[in-house]
């Protein structure tokens, strides 16, 4: 199974500001999505990034896959108190569950 | 479209009892289906793989006789969770894998809180 870092684990910030959380595994992710989780819901899928040095975005959520595909990052700009909540990294798939991250708890406070 | 719903949404049980948690695709046929548990202020953990018509595939460390597993159609998969005990209180979550798609995207219920007394 493949073991997943994220960091940092604990965010606050204050609205307006920009942020980044990082996802990093010792080997390759043949791909990884990334979620976000509000509390007593389900994680809701943001994004999946396949190949190595691929960008996305997602309004004003930047999500970058490593060339090397063995790390990933998740930037918000100008963040928003919606945006709070438990940013989720995870790999896997297909005909096997997830592997998820230990997940980065984000407060945006007003 | 791909929505997950699951049933209860929230338990409260005795210790002892034993809880049925329905995980359901309402507009799409689901072969596999996956069972995640999360413990407070944790990450989702993989308890099983849920395969319609076959036994369940348990992940390292989850007892199948504790939680039982049963995929009897394409669009329902149940979780019991028998004797239950303080320490099963957590939040149950189920993924759906749509059949036939070759996408791995997983869709996920809004997660069942399950708290034993």
């Known amino acids: 199974t493949q073991l997943l870092e994220q960091s940092p684990q604990f965010l606050s910030i204050q609205e307006g500001e920009n942020l980044t959380v990082y996802c990093n595994s010792s080997?390759?992710?043949?791909?990884l999505q990334w979620y976000r989780q509000e509390p007593g819901e389900g994680p809701v899928l943001l994004v999946t990034?396949?190949?190595?040095?691929e960008v996305k975005k997602l309004k004003r959520l930047t999500f970058q896959f490593g060339d090397a595909r063995k790390d990933s990052s998740l930037h918000i700009t100008a963040a928003q108190t919606g945006d709070t909540g438990l940013y989720l990294c995870?790999?896997?798939?297909?005909?096997?569950?997830?592997?998820f991250g230990k997940g980065t708890h984000l407060i945006i406070q007003p | 479209g791909a929505v997950v719903s699951q049933h209860p949404s929230r338990v409260i049980c005795k210790s002892g009892t034993s809880v049925k948690i329905e995980c359901r695709s309402l507009?799409?046929?689901?072969?596999?289906m996956f069972w995640y548990r999360q413990f407070p202020k944790q990450s989702l953990m993989l308890m099983a793989t849920s395969n319609e018509g076959s036994k369940a595939t348990y992940e390292q460390g989850v007892e199948k006789d504790k939680f039982l597993i049963n995929h009897a159609s394409l669009t329902l998969s149940t979780l019991t969770v028998t004797s239950a005990h303080p320490e099963d209180s957590s939040f149950y979550i189920c993924?759906?894998?749509?059949?036939?798609?070759?996408?791995?995207?997983?869709?996920f219920g809004p997660g069942t809180r399950l708290t034993v007394l």
């Open positions: 993924s759906a894998k749509e059949t036939g798609f070759s996408y791995n995207e997983q869709f």
């Open positions: 995870a790999s896997g798939g297909g005909a096997d569950g997830l592997t």
């Open positions: 507009d799409f046929q689901a072969t596999t």
């Open positions: 990034v396949v190949t190595g040095g």
């Open positions: 080997s390759v992710f043949s791909s």
